[in-house]
Structure formats: structure tokens, C-alpha cells
């Protein structure tokens, strides 16, 4: 059959339009896969920027959490510090845990704030593909390390002279620090011809030094991060029962209504005394004790003379392990003065959070064991202190933190 050049022609249209239709058809068909590979491209960067900044909002909650830790806050404020800061820094809906210690890892034992993050992303391209939302993670450990160990603590966060030292004192400390919590430029103040020995200074705001000190560190520690208060968690203890007279050799715990004043040969029993009033153990009185803690309620204040020999310890164990003198939180601005001779001991820790403490005697406790920790301290006295003293129920006083997050 003979085939004329109208009808090849007609043949090669045909053939022309079919693979056309045919290149349109895959292309339709490939178009969604096409789009969605580049998509996917865009998403992945989108999604790694994500989980950077995830992950530099999660180091953030745990690194304020662990400020607020260190300034002695409870764990619901710690908490509320590191959620407060997630959301500042565009948390937005996602879920946040913070665990206090870590409960994984290796810092689980350690004095350290953990924060775990959590986000869904919506998908844009990729949801060509699926319809399920794009979950991120990240966790952080803020780690808190000191540097040494204070029993000699200013809490005032403001004062001048929060821990003085004056006069013709000498204080030896071995094996911790002075710390103050106060931001003055001479928040740790000596002047005179005072001596000091001590492991390092160490201060929220500056240090002023009228002559040489004698330290571990090899100058003193500025701008530091504040202790926290050690004893920000003890409890007041209740006045209950009659009150008791202070007029017998041999005391027992309960409510002084009307502050104590013993004379004489007195023993102290042991227990947790409630002072409502002032406490004045005057020149030629010898007082004693053992497990003992003396809860100065309101504003009352302690004052020791110098010729009075005092021998009192506190308890070993249980709530008020370590504590000797407590001073009431709630009262107000005053001064407790210990002024001891060399045949005295206090052994443990004189904490007045609202008081200032003078301590003006030549003595401390067994084995050099006593801390002071008060609002602010002027030390006049001559007297050797030392730091090992867990095995007298005494706890350790953290100076000159840091913060760094670890995980």
C-alpha cells in the first residue's frame, strides 16, 4: 500500500501529541515529590535551627534555676526560676521538667539543677508526606561548684563592713573561708592593726585591707555569686508549755517568757530553749551544756561578758543538728555580743540572720568548731577556728560558687 507524505506527516503530529500528554502526565505526577524533596531540604534546616534553639532555651532554664539555688531558694522557686526563663527565652507551648538533683546522668548525687525541654513543630512542605507533628528534646544539667568553705558568713547583701575585722583582733581560720553576700565595695572590711589568717576572702562586692592577710588563695575573691544562707530551711521552734524560771542550778528546755540572766554554777539540759527576752550570762558565772540549741525569739539578743565561762555545744543529730544560737528571722535590726574567756566553748554555729554579731571573746569551740553566721559580724577577738566539724552535727557553708552547665 503506498503511503503519501500527508499521512507520515499526520502520523508524526499524533506521535508528537501523545508524548507530550505523556511527559505532562509524569510531570504532574512527579511535581508533589519534587516539592516535597526540596521541602523536605528547607525543613531539615528549619528543624536543626529548632533544635539549637531548643536546646540554648533549655541551658538557660537550667542555669537560672541554679542561680536561685544558690541563693538559697526552696525547690518551687528554683522551679519557677527555670520556667520563668524557658518562657523568656520563647519556650512558647512547649513542656519543661526540672528535676532537683538530676534523676539521670552523672550528676544525680551532686548539687546541680536539671531541665528537660520538650516541643512539637508543625510540618509545612513534609506534610505532603504525613500529617503527624515534629517532636524536639533537649536537656541541661547546671552544675554548681565552690570554690572552698565559709564559717565566718555576712548575709547582709547591701552593708558596708559587713564583716569587719578591727582592733588588736587575731583570728586564725583553718581549712575555710570569710564570706560576705553584700555588694558594697568593703564588704569585707580590716582595719587597725587586726590579723588574719583564713583560706580566702571572698565577697559579693569588694574587699578593703588596711595591711597583709594570710591566705590559701592568692588574692582575695571579688564579685563573687552570694552564700546562700545556710540555715534558710530550720524551722522556728514553738513556745509551748509554762514558762520556766531561770533561777535553779540545772535548766531544762522549754519557754523563758522572761529572758534568762543565770548565775551562779548553772547546767543548761539538753533540748531546744525558746528566749523570750534578752539572754545575759554576767562576769563570774559559768554556764554548761551539751545538745543544746537557744532560740532567741523576736528581736532578743545574747550578750556574754567577758569574765562569764560558757561550755555549751549543740545538738549532734535531728532538726537542729549543728545549731547553738538561732536567731528569730522575723525580728528586728539589734546586736548579740559574745565576749568568752579562754575556758570557754561554743561549739557550733551562731546564726542570727537579722542581727549583728560582735564577737569579742578570745575562745570558740571543741576542736575550733564554730561558725558565725549572722546579718552582719565585727570580730574584735582573738581566736582559732577550724572547719572539719561534721562529727559534731555541724554542716559545710558553700563560699564563692559557680555555676556552669555540664550537661
Known amino acids: 500500500m503506498m503511503v503519501t507524505k500527508a499521512r507520515i506527516w499526520d502520523s508524526m503530529r499524533k506521535i508528537r501529541r501523545e508524548a507530550g500528554g505523556n511527559v505532562a502526565t509524569i510531570f504532574a505526577l512527579t511535581l508533589p515529590i519534587v516539592v516535597g524533596g526540596a521541602g523536605l531540604g528547607v525543613e531539615t534546616s528549619y528543624w536543626y535551627y529548632s533544635s539549637l534553639k531548643l536546646q540554648a532555651i533549655s541551658d538557660a532554664a537550667a542555669y537560672a534555676g541554679a542561680l536561685e539555688k544558690v541563693a538559697g531558694s526552696n525547690t518551687q522557686t528554683i522551679t519557677a526560676a527555670a520556667v520563668q526563663a524557658a518562657s523568656d527565652n520563647g519556650l512558647g507551648t512547649g513542656t519543661i521538667v526540672v528535676n532537683i538533683p538530676p534523676k539521670s546522668g552523672a ?24 500529617r503527624g507533628k515534629v517532636p524536639e528534646q533537649a536537656r541541661s544539667v547546671a552544675l554548681i561548684k565552690s570554690s572552698s568553705k565559709a564559717c565566718v558568713l555576712a548575709l547582709n547583701a547591701t552593708a558596708s563592713k559587713a564583716a569587719l575585722f578591727s582592733g588588736n583582733s587575731s583570728l586564725k581560720l583553718t581549712g575555710c573561708s570569710i564570706m560576705a553576700d553584700s555588694d558594697a565595695s568593703d564588704a569585707i572590711k580590716l582595719q587597725g592593726s587586726a590579723a588574719l589568717q583564713a583560706d580566702c576572702l571572698m565577697s559579693t562586692g569588694g574587699v578593703s585591707l588596711s595591711n597583709p592577710v594570710t591566705t590559701i588563695c592568692p588574692a582575695p575573691v571579688t564579685q563573687a555569686l552570694p552564700a546562700p544562707d545556710p540555715y534558710a530551711g530550720l524551722p522556728t521552734p514553738a513556745a509551748l508549755g509554762q514558762c520556766l524560771s531561770d533561777s535553779a542550778p540545772t535548766l531544762s528546755p522549754g519557754t523563758y517568757c522572761s529572758g534568762m ?28 551544756g551539751s545538745g543544746v540549741t537557744i532560740f532567741m525569739e523576736g528581736s532578743s539578743t545574747v550578750t556574754i561578758n567577758g569574765n562569764a565561762t560558757v561550755t555549751l555545744s549543740a545538738p549532734t543529730s535531728g532538726t537542729y543538728s549543728g545549731v547553738l544560737f538561732y536567731g528569730d528571722r522575723t525580728g528586728n535590726s539589734a546586736s548579740s555580743n559574745f565576749n568568752g574567756n579562754a575556758a570557754s566553748l561554743l561549739t557550733g554555729a551562731i546564726y542570727f540572720p537579722r542581727q549583728q554579731v560582735n564577737y569579742l571573746g578570745n575562745f570558740s569551740g571543741k576542736n575550733g568548731c564554730t561558725q558565725v553566721v549572722a546579718d552582719t559580724i565585727q570580730w574584735s577577738g582573738n581566736t582559732s577556728i577550724n572547719q572539719n566539724c561534721s562529727s559534731l552535727g555541724m554542716k559545710d557553708i558553700p563560699a564563692a560558687q559557680s555555676v556552669a552547665v555540664v550537661e
Open 261 to 288: 540572766s543565770p548565775k551562779g554554777n548553772v547546767t543548761l539540759s539538753p533540748g531546744v530553749y525558746v528566749v523570750q527576752g534578752n539572754l545575759k550570762i554576767n562576769g563570774n558565772t559559768t554556764v554548761s
Open 107 to 130: 550528676n544525680t548525687a551532686k548539687n546541680a539543677v536539671e531541665v528537660m525541654v520538650s516541643q512539637n513543630l508543625d510540618r509545612i512542605f513534609t506534610s505532603i508526606f504525613t
